[in-house]
């Protein structure tokens, strides 16, 4: 009824009401969507800490987190038996019985992961072997709780 009035008086009022609105909710979306890739962001940075104790628990040797380079990104760079791991973390903040975070380890990015670790051990004239493994880890943020699972040679190809 309202807007029956604004329109009668204001027609042209409507339509400006109409269009900020709609804006409004773009924004809140767009800015609702900042805040979701924040809390993405941070559970992903957790996830990566909880799986180098992980790693450091089964007996590796971290050698070095995030490494980045224009090319691609690896997590964890470890070391165990003399075989140089990169290592891809997939993290969770919940349980979800729809999906396994496994299901997020993508051929495309383990094959990035895999041409960034070649590249990497070029930079750093490694001669050593290689492989590219991945950890999965889904968090109880509320019992503050993460159960993790390692995946090793998740690429079928051999360094």
């Known amino acids: 009824m309202v807007s029956r009035i604004i329109r009668l008086i204001f027609p ?11 804006l409004f909710r773009v924004k809140t979306c767009y800015y609702s969507q900042m805040a979701q890739d924040s809390d993405r962001k941070e559970v992903g940075r957790t996830g990566e800490d909880i799986a180098a104790e992980y790693l450091r628990g089964k007996g590796y040797k971290l050698i070095e ?10 997590d964890i760079i470890a070391e165990k038996a003399g075989i140089v791991r990169f290592v891809e973390v997939k993290a969770v903040s919940r349980e979800n019985p729809v999906f396994r975070p496994e299901e997020l ?9 895999a041409r960034t670790a070649a590249l990497y051990m070029d930079e750093k004239r490694d001669k050593r072997e290689y492989q590219i493994d991945a950890v999965t880890v889904v968090m109880d943020q509320t019992k503050r709780i993460a159960r993790c699972q390692l995946f090793e040679q998740v690429l079928e190809e051999s360094f």
């Open 12 to 22: 042209g009022t409507v339509f400006l009401m109409c269009y900020f609105v709609t």
């Open 65 to 74: 987190k995030n490494y980045r380079r224009k090319w691609g990104e690896i």
């Open 105 to 113: 380890l993508h051929r495309t990015k383990l094959s990035k992961v």
